[in-house]
């Protein structure tokens, strides 16, 4: 099993005050309460498949490090609430992640886009899985 | 009881056979199930940033129509039943933070049609799970013809029928819902470590392998624990575990197949109603073989 | 038109202010002020939606819609014309299509991303449920889509207003090609008049047409009776 986080840094020092604050806001979680246990990111069934574990997404917010938004872990979190309940500081990892999507997404940036999907492919799909996925991931 | 319902629009698809099972299940509990008029695609999932109220308003519009259904006298309770379990969610959460937030609701409302009645905040989403525990396992296990003996059935919940906290229908930590209506059907509840993991969800559009890498660790396991079928609530889930299982399985070789069947057509099996009303012939393995094994059909 | 009585009124034509004759439609009154229409005017009648245009009125924040050909010009107007919306029509064999909501994902996937918004709805001139025909196209209700959109005249005003960049009326016509393809089926009426064309049953009609003077043609042309 590898992970791609494997021996990734995060850089350190302080950098963005308002990045942080824009987070917090839109996500509406105190990111301050983060202790860094790793709980959220051992119960992510997608670690596996991230660049920056959630925890350490979330220490990046702390530390104003924007490069936050361009990570893959943001577009690979499925929004499946694990991590929500397994916080004992009582933040919802998952509206962090909805939010950092979002400052993406609200700049014209798509990150999945129907007009690169197969036709042969979307004619198999429930509309669920496409609505779905245009929500979280398209501008 | 008459109770509104919201199919989804995944319901008049690929799962047919979890609407046409739920409704003829409701009946034999009393509840007739009626589709609410005009409904709209709700957004299958949750608006999550904090100033997003744009989101907000396919959910609440379709409660609308709710309180009109209630006050027209079609239906009798400011209740709202929804199937999918990414419904359920989506519209739940939609009216939790309306009722909320004041802002929000008065944001929703000055967006509608004017021709719309304002957004009373009466309406209660309800999953039909809920509905059928209020009736009681007892009452349920009562009303079984066809006990599901010997049946060995995965309880899967996905995820968004029991998280976040404060939405899902049940303890996030140590659900029971699902395995206390497989023992009301007479069937076998059969544990695995994944229950309520998620199958790749939406990620299934654009990454098949990840989303094949989640729902084989769900499958690999349900065979490992020698189960004989998955029960699930949620169309995306099954699409992802039961249609793409035959895909899955060549990443994946050696898995064995298990059919993949909605609660609410286990109810209708056990209330032996007629196969119209299972609709099992539409399911992805095909869940009859095992069935027949099992003299259920 | 020059009578006494005659009451003129000021618009605003794309920001410039004209007097026009309260009584004109708001086509003619921008043909009054001097505009030339060589796109965004077709038939004059309200049937097919070149004429699209917007407006919002003195003192409102509402940004209305209208055909220019029908709409009658009020006080303090202000007004442009968006004759054409882009929009990338999609090449289909109707015949291999199957009436279903996948069809609809399939050509037009962006039905995904409609938001339930009610935006198309309040931008139509011909007051269709515009929302409503794209939510049944998305649940693969084929017939309910066609028979919503069957007043669609293809204006374009859903497709600039659409914040889920949707073009409402492909999917209306897409729906109602399907459901007379496939769920209807040919109209007996149709297939009986293309039976008597090829027997010949108008050939002496038509031949007669064709082989008439011009200056006859003409004033047959323009003493027809027009059925409304
Ligand atoms: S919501 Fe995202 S970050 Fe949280 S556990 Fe699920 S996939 Fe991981
Ligand atoms: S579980 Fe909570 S406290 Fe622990 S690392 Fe994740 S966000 Fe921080
Ligand atoms: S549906 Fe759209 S294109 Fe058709 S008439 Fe209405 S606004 Fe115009
Ligand atoms: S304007 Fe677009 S997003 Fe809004 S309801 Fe109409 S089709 Fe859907
Ligand atoms: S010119 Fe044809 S509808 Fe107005």
Redesign the pocket.
């Known amino acids: 099993m590898a992970f791609k986080d494997a021996r990734r840094t995060i850089n350190y020092g302080f950098q963005n005050e308002s990045f942080k604050f824009k987070v917090s806001e839109l996500s509406g979680e105190d990111i301050n309460l983060c202790f860094q246990c790793g709980g ?2 051992s ?5 596996e498949e ?1 660049d920056f574990l ?1 925890s350490k ?1 979330v220490r990046m917010i702390q530390l104003g490090r924007e490069e936050a938004l361009d990570s893959e ?1 943001i577009w ?9 309940v ?1 916080c004992p500081r009582g933040i919802d ?2 509206n962090i ?1 909805e939010a950092l999507r979002q400052l993406k997404l609200r700049k014209k940036y798509s990150h999945v886009s129907l007009d690169s999907l197969e036709k042969s492919k979307i004619r198999t799909l429930p509309q669920i899985a496409i609505i779905s996925n245009q929500r979280k991931l398209s501008a | 009881m008459r109770l509104a319902y919201y199919p989804g629009c995944t319901l008049k698809t690929n799962a047919k056979s979890f609407e046409i099972s739920a409704i003829a299940s409701a009946k034999v509990l009393g509840v007739e199930l009626v589709e609410l008029t005009r409904w709209n695609c709700c957004g299958t999932v949750h608006a999550l940033a904090k100033d997003d109220v744009m989101h907000y308003i396919a959910p609440i519009r379709n409660l609308i129509r709710v309180e009109e259904m209630r006050d027209e006298g079609i239906v009798d309770e400011n209740i709202l039943v929804t199937l999918c379990e990414m419904c359920f969610n989506t519209l739940k959460r939609a009216n939790t933070e309306v009722l909320k937030d004041g802002e929000k609701m008065r944001k929703v409302r000055e967006n509608m049609e004017e021709r719309d009645p304002a957004y009373r905040g009466e309406v209660e989403i309800k999953h039909f799970l809920e509905v059928v525990k209020d009736i009681g396992w007892n009452n349920i296990s009562n009303l079984v013809i066809k006990k599901l003996k010997g049946l060995r059935i995965i309880p899967y919940y996905g ?1 968004l029928l029991l998280r976040p906290r404060g939405l899902g229908i049940d303890d996030p930590d140590n659900p029971t819902i699902l395995e206390s209506l497989i023992k009301s059907l007479g069937g076998e509840s059969v544990e695995i470590p994944f229950k309520s993991k ?1 199958c790749g969800s939406y990620h299934t559009v654009h990454m098949e392998q990840v989303a094949s890498e989640l729902s084989h660790r769900i499958l690999s396991q349900a065979a490992e624990a020698e189960a004989d079928l998955i029960m699930l609530t949620c169309p995306l889930c099954s699409y992802n575990l039961g249609d793409r299982q035959e895909e899955i399985k060549k990443s994946f070789k050696g898995l064995r197949t298990i059919p993949v069947v909605y609660f609410t057509q286990l109810m209708a099996l056990a209330f032996n109603l007629p196969a119209e009303s299972t609709g099992f012939s539409e399911n992805k393995p095909d869940p009859t073989v095992i069935l027949k094994n099992k003299d259920l059909l | 038109m020059n009578g006494k009585d005659e009451k003129f009124i000021t618009i605003y034509i794309m920001g410039k202010k004209h007097m026009v004759p309260a009584n004109l439609t708001i086509m003619k009154a921008m043909e009054y002020a001097g505009h030339q229409f060589r796109r965004g005017a077709g038939c004059r009648g309200g049937f097919c939606g070149a004429c699209s245009t917007i407006y919002r009125t003195k003192g409102s924040y509402k940004l209305q819609v209208a055909l220019a050909c029908q709409k009658i010009v009020e006080d303090g107007m202000i007004v442009t014309q968006i004759p054409f919306s882009p929009a990338d029509k999609k090449r289909y064999d109707i015949d291999r299509l199957k009436p279903e909501a996948n069809t609809f994902l399939e050509y037009y996937p962006e039905i995904s991303r409609c938001l339930a918004c009610n935006t198309c709805t309040k931008a139509c001139p011909q007051d269709i449920m515009v929302m409503d025909y794209v939510q049944a196209a998305l649940r693969g209700d084929v017939k309910e889509a066609a028979r919503l959109s069957f007043d669609c005249i293809g204006c374009g005003l859903c497709a600039v207003r659409c914040p889920a960049e949707i073009v409402p009326y492909n999917i209306g016509q897409l729906a109602r090609r399907l459901y007379s393809k496939h769920v209807v089926g040919p109209a007996s009426h149709v297939l009986n008049r293309v039976k008597e064309v090829n027997e010949g049953k108008f050939d002496e009609e038509i031949n007669k047409l064709k082989n008439m003077p011009k200056e006859e043609l003409q004033n047959l042309y323009n003493s027809r009776d027009i059925k409304v």
């Open positions: 959220c990111s119960g992510c069934p997608l670690a991230m959630p997404i872990t690979v979190c499925s929004t499946c609430f694990n991590c929500e397994r990892v998952a992640m | 995820c998620c």
